[in-house]
């Protein structure tokens, strides 16, 4: 089963606005990173955050992380056009091996 | 320019017929990944290696076999390839495990 799993599966809101996704996931984790996909095409890499960090922020992007419940969310604020994507949270289990686990991913429309 | 290129891109083909997909990067990392991508399910990773010589599987190992003889390259092998391996495929790498993956384009695999 997917160790990550985004919430909601689907995102539509008017440029401007904040748009926030969750990620859930099941077992420790060595970090969780966030990543970017346009249209089928590869993913690019948003934000890393560690098992012992609660915030980060990186330009319009705050990925917080919540290790007790288990759980990360993606603001992206002031949202743009180009910003429409579909958005993958990334865990690197901390339970042997070396596996990344991406959830099935949030597309999130913003409409100009 | 860091890349991580595949090839090819796009493929018809038909069942049984042994195929490879090629991923090579040019940033040396030891790192490298297959995933595979399909609808409502996100990626799941295939297998990936930690450096020459050294891989592992992923979550979905069934019916793919890979190598690592240069810390370059990181070719997928469908030795009888079957209707439910249509999908798109991702190789990506990075410098070590657990760290920001970069990603080729992919390739999508058609098997009638």
């Known amino acids: 089963s997917q160790q990550g799993e985004e919430d909601p599966q689907a995102l539509s809101i008017q440029e401007g606005e904040n748009a926030t996704m969750n990620c859930s996931y099941k077992t420790s984790i060595n970090n969780l990173q966030w990543y970017r996909q346009n249209s089928g095409r590869g993913l690019v890499h948003l934000i890393l955050?560690?098992?012992?960090?609660r915030e980060k922020h990186s330009g319009r992007l705050r990925v917080t992380l919540d290790t007790s419940k288990k759980s990360s969310s993606l603001l992206i604020t002031a949202s743009r056009a180009a910003d429409t994507a579909s958005y993958f949270c990334?865990?690197?289990?901390?339970?042997?091996?070396?596996?990344?686990?991406f959830g099935a991913g949030t597309r999130l429309f913003v409409k100009a | 320019e860091a890349q991580v290129t595949q090839n090819p891109r796009y493929l018809i083909t038909v069942t049984g017929k042994k195929l490879t997909v090629t991923c090579s990067q040019n940033m040396n990392h030891e790192y490298m990944s297959w995933y595979r991508q399909d609808p409502g399910l996100g990626l799941r990773q295939i297998y990936y290696s930690m450096n020459v010589e050294v891989t592992d599987k992923g979550d979905v190992p069934e019916g793919y076999k890979v190598s690592r003889k240069e810390k370059r390259n990181f070719p997928l092998i469908l030795e009888s390839p079957s209707p439910n391996q249509t999908s798109l495929y991702f190789c990506?790498?990075?410098?070590?495990?657990?760290?920001?993956?970069?990603f080729g384009d992919g390739t999508r695999l058609s098997i009638l």
């Open positions: 955050i560690r098992s012992n960090e």
């Open positions: 990334a865990t690197a289990p901390n339970t042997g091996g070396f596996k990344t686990i």
């Open positions: 990506a790498s990075s410098d070590r495990a657990n760290q920001p993956q970069h």
